[in-house]
């Protein structure tokens, strides 16, 4: 059973609007989330986080929202430029350090 | 320069040959891990170690093999019992439940 998923494969959104990519988790364990971005042949980047006694952290054009009693967390990206294009994953953390991914959503800006 | 380094960058292997994938970091971190990535999928934990001389099975560890003799070093050896290597490799380092730093990858191909 996955317990992170990211439901929509990919995305594509205009240069300047907002990119607005979704997780939803089941582990009520997991005490803190991450957001990565990747692209093709290469290792993953830290891109923002949120603790679970938040709601909402924010770093430049990027905000990422927790919503605990949905199960869900939400990357808002505005706005959305070109080089933003790559693989976005989303990751939990349990306070054992151990983190479980989602399969990705592929964000496409188009200029 | 300090960051996370896996060698070599690509990696055959003939079937029934055991193959050892280097991971070495130098930001002093205690917590390192081993990821597979398959195409069109997330990252799947094979092994962690959150200390030196010890470590874990993640989600995917038959056929995987672990050591952990020194803090900045954490080699994966892919056994010939591991019937699906083929695979996209990826190694990490963090502080214990932050975010994690990747390294380039390793793409393992079975010839």
């Known amino acids: 059973d996955q317990q992170v998923k990211q439901n929509s494969p990919s995305l594509s959104v205009q240069e300047g609007r907002i990119s607005i990519l979704n997780c939803d988790y089941t582990n009520s364990m997991f005490d803190y989330f991450l957001w990565y971005k990747k692209y093709p042949a290469e290792g993953p980047t830290f891109l923002i986080s949120i603790s679970s006694i938040k709601d909402k952290n924010e770093d430049g054009r990027f905000t990422v929202f927790l919503n605990k009693s949905a199960k869900h967390l939400s990357l808002h990206i505005v706005p959305s430029q070109p080089g933003d294009s790559a693989v976005y994953f989303c990751?939990?953390?349990?306070?054992?350090?151990?983190?479980?991914f989602g399969d990705g959503t592929t964000l496409t800006v188009k200029p | 320069d300090g960051g996370i380094t896996q060698s070599p960058k690509y990696l055959f292997r003939k079937e029934g040959q055991n193959v050892t994938l280097s991971c070495e970091q130098n930001l002093n971190h205690d917590a390192m891990y081993w990821y597979r990535q398959d195409p069109g999928q997330g990252l799947r934990l094979i092994y962690y170690s959150q200390i030196v001389n010890d470590f874990q099975k993640g989600d995917i560890a038959e056929g995987y093999s672990v050591s952990r003799e020194k803090k900045e070093s954490f080699p994966l050896t892919v056994t010939s019992a591991q019937k699906n290597p083929t695979a996209f490799y990826l190694c990490?380092?963090?502080?214990?439940?932050?975010?994690?730093?990747f390294g380039q990858g390793t793409r393992l191909t079975v010839v």
């Open positions: 990751a939990a953390n349990t306070n054992a350090g151990k983190s479980t």
């Open positions: 990490a380092s963090s502080i214990v439940s932050s975010e994690a730093f």
